[in-house]
Each structure stands twice: as C-alpha cells, then as structure tokens.
C-alpha cells in the first residue's frame, strides 16, 4: 500500500514536470513567430546596360496580417523603376512576391527595405497590425558591374 502511494506521487510529479515542460516549448514557439520574412532573388553581378530583376518574397508568420511598404536603396543616385515603393498587404497565407526591373552602369551597393506602416485601404477591412519589436527589415548586397 506505502509503496503504491509513492508510486502515484512519483508519478503525479512527474506529469506536472512534463507539463511544464510542454508550456515552455510552447511559449518558446510563440516568441519565435517571426513577422516578416524576406526572400530576395537578383544576381550579384550584371553587365553595363543588361536588364537586372530583382524579386522579393514577403512571409510572415503571424495570424494577423500586415501593410508592407517595399523599395530599394542604393548608394548611387537611379532613376526610374528602381525607385518603385509597393504597398501590399501580406497575411500568413498569402504572401507577396514583387518585381523591380532596372538598369545600371556602375557597381553598386543595394538595401531592399521592408517597412511595415500604418496604411488604411490596404488589407481586407483593414484588419493588419504593426510588430511593436521592429518595424523595418532590409536586406544588403551588391550589385557588380562587369
Ligand atoms: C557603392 O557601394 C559599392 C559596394 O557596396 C561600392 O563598390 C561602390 O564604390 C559604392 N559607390 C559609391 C558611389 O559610393
């Protein structure tokens, strides 16, 4: 009898260690949520004058949708298509994919920059949210011009 009440108690602890266990992995997943992911597609080097593309793919991975300002930076002055801003709306599922088709003539170094803004009649009902953590996310590289 002694013996089966410790048994029940060895294992009722062990049950609430399993618990708490699972609360943190739990826990862990939701802090780990990332808002916005970005997936940049364009060569790192070109040719004077040939047609560069680059693609950016906008994911996130909350419940809540966003408004996401897109646009490219560099450190030399463009003109044109390259200075394009997108505002779409991007939702767990259903991310966005855009487009920026330009020319160049001399090496550069390039930012693609994802804001998330405060825009209404840009989501559905305009249900969206702004992470409080950060609300820019950019990606640099190069571009050389052989
Ligand atoms: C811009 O940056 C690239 C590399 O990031 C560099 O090679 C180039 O010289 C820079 N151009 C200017 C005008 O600063």
């Known amino acids: 009898m002694r013996s089966l009440q410790l048994l029940f ?3 009722t602890g062990l ?7 699972l609360g943190t992995i739990k826990t862990q997943e939701d802090t780990t949520r990332r808002a916005v992911i970005m997936n940049v ?3 790192s080097r070109t040719r ?4 560069v593309s680059v ?3 906008i994911e996130t991975e909350l419940t809540e949708c966003l408004v996401c300002k897109a646009y490219l930076r560099s450190n030399v002055t463009m003109d044109g298509p390259f200075n394009y801003r997108f505002t779409v709306c991007v939702c767990k599922d259903a991310p966005r994919t855009l487009y920026w088709d330009f020319q160049v003539d001399k090496t550069m170094g390039i ?3 994802v804001d998330t803004v405060r ?3 840009i989501c559905p009902d305009d249900m969206a949210v702004i992470p409080i ?3 820019r996310y950019y990606y640099t590289t190069s571009l050389v011009v052989q």
Do not use: F, I, T
């Open 133 to 135: 953590k950060a609300n």
């Open 41 to 43: 597609d364009m060569p």
């Open 48 to 51: 004077v004058n040939q047609e």
């Open 15 to 21: 049950l609430l260690v399993l618990c708490l266990q």
């Open 111 to 113: 930012a693609v920059v």
């Open 55 to 57: 693609k950016l793919n």
């Open 9 to 11: 108690r060895a294992s």
């Open 119 to 121: 825009e209404l009649g």
